[in-house]
């Protein structure tokens, strides 16, 4: 059973950064791909990013592509995401998720509880 700990959400105005983290126990990290996903106010789960167990391989979703980026340190049990000029329409509760690679909620079995973020116009 794999425990995940999101942080670092928070209020911040347009433009700018923020770098969510989510911390890993309970399970061998690497042995898991590792997703984010989002969720606004009376919206979907949507997919954000995801990264490889390895690290080499990452997916972006269209609307972060180039603002966005995944990483991840298996010697931390950690995975990342940099978020850089951010929007308002942005602003959601974030999740981190361990599963099989891949952009579709299904495919991940292990979810944080989510950490809020704020976009302020």
Known sequence: QVQLVESGGGLVQAGGSLRLSCAASGGTFSSYAM??????????REFVAAISRGGIGTIYADSVKGRFTI?????????????????PENTAVYYCAAGKYGSTRRLYDYWGQGTQVTVSS
């Open 35 to 44: 997703g984010w996903f989002r969720q606004a106010p009376g919206k979907e």
């Open 71 to 87: 990483s991840r340190d298996n010697a931390k049990n950690t995975v990342y995401l940099q978020m850089n000029s951010l929007k």
